[in-house]
């Protein structure tokens, strides 16, 4: 048996026993479904980077200081990673649909809030409560995905790889969009686009996204323990991460918050192993790929997001970019993005999720290899190349990535899989950032460019082992 039948059969059975009907889907109304998806994903990554180029104008108009403006980004990761298991059963529980309207329209009040924010403690507040809507579209989004084309394994793959080109794009996209609001319309204006953003896609959700079925998930109870205790693990973990830059690693605040996250997280794995319905199934771990593909996810996000943040440090101290000519150069990493998510698409639908996971991961190896290179006097043609072979290959393995683990649970599961993998990716990225942050703490250039050039290596080491993790998939 192929990978490719491997990855279908299951579904395919599933569905022809359950939903006769799912195979008759017109194309239209799936591709306005995968459009719904696609939207909400855009919008939630676009948040992730859209805010940075803004923070020195949110500082003097708010008067915030320096750790203020730090949780204006962080309030928003936090809220976020944390809710996302919860979600997941939320998910399950409810429909993919009812979650997925509640968590749009609760991202767009909260973004509005945001855009009203009148001191910084109520724009972090607000932030917070965009990471919650965040973290209820981000499984529903997919679970809709994986029920439209849950009939057809390769219109799946390419549905989802579509669904990470709208993020991966909006991710690029985000600093260049928001230094044209800054420029035009203030800083206020970043959180208002997402206004029509949630309009467009909640209509789209209504009109076309057929209502929520009830699964043999939907008579779990709350895992309230559970719940509990994966919030308090993560938010102590991250809160640590983030914290151990400003205060040092030998602050009891650090020490504190790792040991209350290691604390929460053993007491989590005994409460989940011992509930009868619990909020993370550890039977997932043994089910083949799953484990992989989320190991796969954790390197990736770490790698990229901390690569991301230094890069922007060295184009605006190191070579003296505005922040929008800084938003600029990213531009490569938003068409590469979408060209290589689609492909991955194809790809899949032909080999299964190894070979794009493999691949990708050692393009974009050498792409964060080649960012040793960069100086004091690099020019932003010696940075296409990298700045091309990192968005390809990530492009081309987080499809595939989420194609193996939707693949490897059953269809009613997915809505808490994917939240799984998405809460490990968030965490995952907190930690890049913090660790490679550490590494160009100082001001002067020499400093940022040379804690970029080891971050570069430790990026691709992390992407190598990456690929070395997808030879596990099945």
């Known amino acids: 048996m192929t990978p490719a039948n491997s990855m279908e059969s299951p579904h395919r059975s599933k569905t022809n026993a359950n939903d006769p009907a799912a195979p008759e889907r017109p194309a239209r109304s ?20 859209i805010v940075n180029v803004a923070l020195p104008r949110i500082g003097a108009d708010l008067r915030a200081t320096v750790a203020e403006l730090q949780w204006v980004v962080d309030a928003y990761t936090l809220g976020f990673a944390a809710l996302l298991l919860s979600a997941g059963v939320v998910v399950d529980r409810l429909g993919a649909k009812r979650v997925f309207i509640g968590g749009f329209a609760g991202f767009g ?3 509005l809030a945001c855009g009203l924010a009148h001191g910084p403690g109520f724009l972090n507040a607000a932030r917070a409560l965009q990471g919650v809507g965040a973290a209820l579209m981000v499984p529903s ?33 985000g600093p260049v969009i928001g230094g044209f609001l ?40 709350f895992d309230l323990g559970g719940q509990a205790l994966a919030i308090l693990g993560l938010s102590a973990f991250l809160g640590a991460v983030i914290e151990a830059r400003p205060f040092g690693l030998s602050h009891p605040i650090v020490w504190i918050g790792c040991l209350l996250a290691f604390g929460a997280s053993v007491a989590f794995v005994a409460v989940e192993a011992r509930t009868a319905s619990p909020m993370l199934p550890l039977h997932f771990f043994g089910q083949p ?38 938003g600029f150069a990213f531009l490569p990493l938003t068409g590469t993005f979408i ?15 190894r070979a794009p996971m493999l691949f990708g991961g050692l393009i974009g190896a050498a792409g964060f290899g080649l960012l040793c290179r960069l100086g004091s006097r690099t020019t932003f043609f010696d940075m296409l190349l990298p700045f091309v072979l990192i968005p390809a290959g990530i ?78 998939v099945p």
């Open 395 to 472: 492009g081309l393995g987080v499809p595939a990535m989420t194609t193996a683990i939707l693949s490897s649970v059953d269809r009613a599961w997915s809505g808490t899989a994917s939240a799984v993998l998405n809460a490990a990716r968030q965490v995952g990225g907190a930690i890049g950032v913090a660790a490679f942050g550490a590494l160009v703490s100082g001001v002067a250039a020499e400093q940022i460019i040379s804690g970029l050039n080891i971050a570069a290596v430790i990026a691709a080491a992390l992407l190598v082992a990456a690929a070395i993790s997808a030879l596990i």
């Open 109 to 111: 009040a909260a973004s």
């Open 289 to 326: 790929g799953f484990t992989p593909a989320v190991v796969f996810g954790v390197l990736v996000n770490c790698s990229y997001y901390g690569i991301i943040f230094v890069l922007s440090l060295y184009l605006q101290k190191a070579l003296d970019f505005s922040s929008l000519q800084a």
């Open 141 to 173: 989004s997919l679970t809709i995905l994986n029920n439209a084309c849950d009939h057809d394994s390769r219109l799946r793959a390419r549905a989802i790889g579509i669904w990470t080109a709208a993020g991966g794009a909006a991710i690029a996209a």
């Open 182 to 221: 800054l420029a035009g319309l203030g800083w206020r204006s970043i959180f208002f686009v997402n206004l029509p953003v949630c309009a467009i896609g909640l209509g789209l959700t209504l009109r076309c996204v057929p209502p929520s079925q009830r699964n043999e998930n939907s008579h779990r109870s």
């Open 30 to 49: 799936t591709a306005w479904i995968i459009a719904a998806s696609s939207f909400a994903f855009a919008v939630i990554q676009l948040d992730v980077t």
């Open 339 to 353: 060209v290589s998510n689609i492909a991955s698409g194809w790809l899949i639908g032909r080999t299964g999720p």
